[in-house]
């Protein structure tokens, strides 16, 4: 299973499916294993616990997307 992260701030919050809206400086992590399935979580920095975005399942057609999924992802939550 390959893994990405990246810290961004969230200055207007990212929706979680356990706590609702957190913000501030995020780190995102992308997991994606070899049939193409893809786990999302999203953690404050330096904490322990982890959330997870809203959606059930998430599945790429080629694992090779796995990278640009996750920047996109990171773009669009550091927006939010």
């Known amino acids: 299973m390959k893994q990405k992260s990246s810290i961004?701030?969230?200055?207007?919050?990212?929706?979680?499916?356990?706590?609702?809206?957190?913000?501030?400086?995020?780190?995102?992590?992308t997991s994606c294993d070899e049939e193409g399935d893809l786990t999302l979580r999203i953690t404050y920095v330096g904490a322990e616990q982890w959330y997870?975005?809203?959606?059930?399942?998430?599945r790429l057609h080629d694992v090779r997307d796995?990278?640009?999924?996750?920047?996109?992802?990171?773009?669009?939550?550091?927006?939010?």
Do not use: N
């Not at 796995?66 to 992802?73: P, R």
């Open 8 to 29: 961004f701030t969230a200055t207007h919050g990212v929706m979680t499916e356990e706590v609702g809206v957190i913000s501030g400086e995020l780190e995102l992590v």
């Open 52 to 58: 997870t975005l809203p959606g059930k399942e998430y």
């Open 66 to 80: 796995h990278e640009v999924i996750h920047h996109l992802l990171v773009s669009v939550l550091e927006r939010s």
